[in-house]
């Protein structure tokens, strides 16, 4: 084998690990994080990071939740303003009331991945599915194949004119979803904390020792910091304050012999950003 062809399968090996572990982190990115009143914003689904990022081919048929929380904390129905596998954009947006809105998508569960059991190993350890390691190993399953069911839940908080004066407390509240991250601060709140806190909640309490990763989406091959959350489900990162940024999380619980997969899979993320001049 010459050094070229090395070299090519080398490549083909790496491209396949990156997308072992990052074709799943999926999230909501509005054209502009920050808006005027009234502003008619498109938005996309992304999924993937680095090369490998792209629109989501997701069908409608699977979304089962599309919404806002409004600066007042109501909730408001978005789904008819999806429009999945346009040109250049998958729905839009259009708020009124200045403050900061989260939106919400989350999906179902009907789709699947099936590995070869090495690439699931190491698919659970690049994801610090620990709990799911040590069950292929208390079964005898380390050699196996490995399968689960997933959904997604995203999150994105965008801003309406400018921030506020006192902290937007409606960000820090819990949605209800199956999996979430949800931030202790507002990002957008000013003055900003030296540091951005968030608790990750599975099933309604905190989750303790989940993996979860900061990504400058400008920069997005290799997250920019990677926690453990706490015995309370919480973990700090430096507060960014410039560009698009990504929280992402991933939880996985098994599923009886029975089942069609081995386990049930959540992948959760929260987006936001910051526009170049702060309106």
């Not at 789904?79 to 954009?89: D, F, I, M, S, V």
Request: proline share 8%; net charge positive; aromatic share 8%.
């Amino acid at each position: 084998m010459n050094r070229r062809h090395a070299a090519w399968l080398l490549g083909l090996l790496v491209c396949a690990r990156v997308s072992l572990v990052s074709a799943h982190d999926f999230w909501l990115q509005p054209r502009q994080y920050w808006i005027t009143s009234d502003a008619l914003t498109a938005l996309t689904l992304q999924v993937g990071h680095g090369p490998l990022r792209q629109r989501s081919p997701i069908p409608a048929r699977r979304i089962t939740r599309f919404q806002a929380l409004t600066p007042g904390g109501a909730l408001v129905d978005l789904r008819a303003r999806l429009r999945l596998g346009q040109a250049t954009e998958d729905g839009d947006f259009q708020f009124t009331q200045p403050g900061a809105y989260l939106l919400v998508l989350q999906t179902d569960y009907r789709a699947q991945t099936h590995l070869p059991s090495l690439r699931f190993n190491d698919y659970l350890k690049a994801e610090g599915l620990t709990a799911a390691l040590e069950q292929r190993a208390r079964l005898h399953l380390v050699d196996a194949d490995g399968s689960e069911r997933y959904s997604r839940c995203a999150k994105a908080i965008v801003q309406v004119g400018r921030s506020a004066a006192r902290p937007q407390k409606l960000i820090s509240k819990p949605l209800g979803l199956p999996l979430e991250i949800v931030p202790e601060v507002s990002p957008y709140d000013v003055p900003r904390s030296a540091t951005l806190p968030v608790r990750v909640i599975y099933a309604g309490h905190p989750l303790a020792g989940a993996l979860i990763k900061l990504t400058n989406l400008q920069d997005d091959a290799s997250p920019f910091e990677v926690r453990h959350t706490d015995d309370q489900g919480r973990a700090s990162f430096t507060m960014p304050s410039a560009g698009s940024w990504l929280l992402n999380v991933i939880w996985t619980k098994p599923l009886p012999r029975s089942d069609e997969t081995d386990f049930e899979t959540v992948f959760s993320s929260l987006s936001f950003g910051f526009p170049s001049e702060r309106p």
